[in-house]
């Protein structure tokens, strides 16, 4: 390895970090402002900008033909979104889930969580994802994307058009709406700012783990379902822990929610959707990597359906599990 391939992995894991406090810091107040409910925000904007990384790594792949990377890296980031994401922010601090997002979190968006795992076991079984199967998979991202847009829009109210009135003579305060205008510029523009120094600093991440992981001669399966995993996923782990830290629960679960649904969904979706051919998966996946995925969804649902918080003992236990299976993984791959 190369000075500059450790500096990557380094500067990329710092960029990350500073990316996810302008991200949520952007994100939660925009939500404020503009009436959204910070879950959805949390489940969108987001859970889709943090898991960009993901679907450049998934669709170059597909690209070159390489399924093991594509198919890995979905599965490898949804579990760990799962039992590193979530489990390291109630470490942190036990995310408690409002009642005014309980039901919607227990009905919808966790039951979804599972059965997007359920979707990618279906497209993979037989070995290989077509490209129908892809197109699928987007066209129900799309119906999602649609329906929460409605929800969200229900039971809003548009904001007020401010009333410019003239200042008084010698008064130099801006008025209100030029106050508020230049909130949501600044809030936008950190939303921006932290999609793209988490998009640069996760791909830094992935260029030092890929070529340590080479170096070392570990197999492409293993390399997409943790070191790539982890490190496309490093932006959920920066933002859902820093959520938490600054008290923002429901943008830290509908980060993790919303982006096994859009890895799944989304990433693999579109690589199958544009792979020259149909994605091939491994039997190893078939026969640990999915049903894991599976287990760990279902044992989510069961604690945020019938808990009003995720506590430091069920963050431990989900990181448990998931060094279990790394384990596992490592010694029979």
């Not at 829009?153 to 008025?175: C, D, F, Y």
């Not at 809030?187 to 120094?197: A, D, H, R, S, Y």
């Not at 260029?207 to 996923?233: F, H, K, N, Q």
Request: hydrophobic share 55%; glycine share 10%; aromatic share 6%.
């Amino acid at each position: 390895m190369t000075l500059w391939e450790w500096m990557q992995l380094l500067l990329g894991l710092g960029l990350v970090l500073l990316a996810a406090e302008a991200l949520v810091r952007g994100a939660s107040e925009l939500a404020a402002a503009l009436g959204v409910p910070p879950l959805v925000i949390g489940l969108t904007v987001v859970a889709f900008g943090t898991s960009s990384p993901e679907l450049a790594v998934s669709v170059a792949a597909a690209f070159r033909g390489n399924g093991d990377i594509t198919f890995g890296n979905v599965v490898g980031s949804n579990l760990f979104n799962i039992a590193v994401v979530l489990g390291a922010a109630a470490l942190i601090r036990p995310i408690e889930i409002p009642a005014a997002i309980r039901r919607q979190v227990r009905w919808v968006e966790a039951p979804l969580m599972v059965g997007s795992a359920l979707a990618a076991a279906a497209v993979a079984w037989d070995g290989r994802i077509a490209r129908w199967e892809g197109i699928v998979l987007v066209l129900g991202l799309t119906l999602y994307l649609l329906w929460q847009v409605r929800e969200a829009m229900v039971g809003h109210e548009p904001l007020p058009v401010p009333v410019l009135e003239p200042p008084r003579k010698g008064s130099q305060s801006r008025p209100a709406g030029d106050r508020q205008g230049r909130a949501l510029l600044r809030n936008g523009l950190l939303v921006l700012l932290g999609l793209g120094g988490l998009y640069l600093g996760s791909d830094w991440m992935v260029e030092g783990s890929v070529a340590l992981a080479r170096w070392a001669g570990v197999p492409d399966r293993v390399i997409a379902l943790t070191l790539i995993a982890g490190g496309t996923s490093l932006p959920e782990v920066a933002t859902s822990v820093v959520s938490a830290i600054r008290r923002q629960p429901e943008i830290a679960l509908g980060n993790v929610l919303g982006s096994n649904l859009f890895n799944v969904a989304g990433v693999l979706g579109l690589s199958a959707s544009v792979a020259p051919e149909a994605l091939a998966v491994t039997p190893g996946s078939l026969a640990l990597d999915l049903p894991v995925l599976v287990a760990l969804s279902v044992l989510s649902l069961l604690v945020l359906a019938f808990r009003p918080k995720v506590s430091r003992l069920q963050g431990a236990l989900l990181m448990a599990i998931y060094c279990v299976y790394v384990g596992v993984l490592i010694t029979r791959p």
